[in-house]
């Protein structure tokens, strides 16, 4: 079965250090990958995807992501972390069915604590 | 972007009652919706795949007859937790995609709490 999975339940940054947050999956054929982040009280919203070409995505609030195929990984990255990035963040991975179904399968997710 | 809501966003109930979760897409339809469950510290767990005008496909593991899914209109699916027992307190999410999209939102999520 397909699995996704994120390395830190939780990290703790001073404010302009750079991020970088883990994730592998497991499924060897074509998959689209997705972060996530979810600020407190606030619903799930879309970060980056990744679904072909150039494996370096760009995504909102300077966000980037990088696409490892021969490592099976989506590492998140962001130079300069802001006290406003403390958030939830989740990484997903959609196995390409080609069907129109949408079946993610989530990591269990990296809490982020900026401190000021 | 497009905007699914979620109602109600947290609710207490009684060992034995019943409850529902509505879940909307506001401006766009949906053929497909999706029901989650995610318990403290872990994470999203696809319960089950609500399809409009159709029964639902449930997940391994996932009591159909305790989770009743109603896809009723494009716009709205209901999730229906029978009999809730304590062990049912969970936080519970839908998202819904435009049909032949490939980008999922998501509502905020129903913090649900048995007594």
């Known amino acids: 079965a397909q699995s996704v999975s994120q390395h830190n339940h939780h990290v703790i940054l001073s404010e302009a250090a750079s991020l970088e947050l883990g994730c592998n999956y497991s499924y060897g054929g074509t998959v689209n990958l997705f972060w996530y982040v979810q600020y407190p009280g606030q619903h799930l919203q879309l970060l980056l995807k990744y679904f072909s070409g150039d494996p370096l995505v760009k995504g909102i609030k300077g966000f980037e992501a990088e696409f490892i195929k021969s490592k099976f990984s989506f590492n998140l990255r962001k130079p300069s972390v802001q006290w406003s990035d403390t958030a939830e963040y989740f990484c997903a991975a959609l196995p390409y069915s080609g069907a129109g179904s949408y079946q993610l399968t989530f990591g269990k997710g990296t809490k982020l604590s900026v401190i000021p | 972007g497009a905007v699914v809501s979620q109602h109600p966003s947290w609710v207490i109930c009684k060992s034995g009652t019943s409850v529902k979760i509505e879940c909307r897409s506001l401006d766009f339809q949906a053929t497909t919706m999706f029901w989650y469950r995610q318990f403290p510290k872990q994470s999203l767990m696809l319960m089950a795949t609500?399809?409009?005008?159709?029964?639902?496909?449930?997940e391994q593991g996932v009591e159909k007859d305790k989770f009743l899914i109603n896809h009723a209109s494009l716009t709205l699916s209901t999730l229906t937790v029978t009999s809730a027992h304590p062990e049912d307190s969970s936080f519970y999410i839908c998202?819904?995609?435009?049909?032949?999209?490939?980008?999922?939102?998501f509502g905020q999520g129903t913090r649900l709490t048995v007594v």
């Open positions: 998202s819904a995609s435009r049909t032949g999209g490939s980008e999922a939102f």
């Open positions: 609500s399809n409009e005008g159709s029964k639902a496909t449930y």
